[in-house]
């Protein structure tokens, strides 16, 4: 195998620019770099601006495993998650069909509500709390205005991820 870089002149430096394979057998490939400012353009984050949470809870190992079960069972089916209160609980609703559908009891003796049809995305949901099983503390924040927040601390660093949610 060979490789080769190639670097250009980019804001008064030299910079990768390329990367050039080519195998004994013929094969040859390209990669070609994108610059910062262009990658820094297209990555355009909005700025969130807040909202007030309607409802926090604390999830359980035991609440990520049930979610996490229902996802491998629907999830091929159902990428979106629904989360509505009924008294004191919250629900995670999975499918929505006449057949293909799960109710996740996943909090009790919340305060505050969801009301609505918000969904949010159910494998990058469970990504982000898997990484709780490492972390001190982890809580999660829905907003019936279409987010949810989910923060996770460690010794070294807090993280905060937010989700829009989806209409259904």
């Known amino acids: 195998m060979f490789l080769r870089l190639i670097k250009e002149q980019r804001g008064g430096e030299d910079v990768p620019a390329e990367v050039s394979f080519k195998s004994p057998d013929g094969h040859k490939a390209s990669y070609r770099f994108m610059s910062g400012d262009v990658a820094d353009e297209q990555i355009k984050v909005p700025l969130f601006k807040g909202v007030e949470w309607d409802v926090v809870i604390t999830p359980t190992e035991e609440n990520m495993k049930d979610l996490s079960y229902f996802n491998n069972v629907l999830g091929s089916f159902e990428p979106v998650f629904t989360a509505k209160?009924?008294?004191?609980?919250?629900?995670?609703?999975?499918?929505?069909?006449?057949?293909?559908?799960?109710?996740?009891?996943?909090?009790?003796?919340?305060?505050?509500?969801?009301?609505?049809?918000?969904?949010?995305?159910?494998?990058?949901?469970?990504?982000?709390?898997?990484?709780?099983?490492?972390?001190?503390?982890?809580?999660?924040?829905?907003?019936?205005?279409?987010a949810l927040k989910i923060e996770l601390g460690t010794e070294l660093a807090k993280y905060e991820y937010i989700l829009p949610a989806r209409t259904r």
């Open 85 to 146: 209160t009924d008294g004191g609980d919250l629900l995670f609703y999975i499918g929505s069909g006449a057949t293909d559908r799960a109710t996740v009891p996943f909090a009790s003796g919340v305060s505050g509500s969801l009301t609505g049809s918000l969904s949010w995305p159910l494998v990058e949901t469970l990504a982000i709390l898997k990484l709780a099983t490492k972390a001190d503390d982890c809580t999660m924040s829905f907003s019936s205005k279409g």
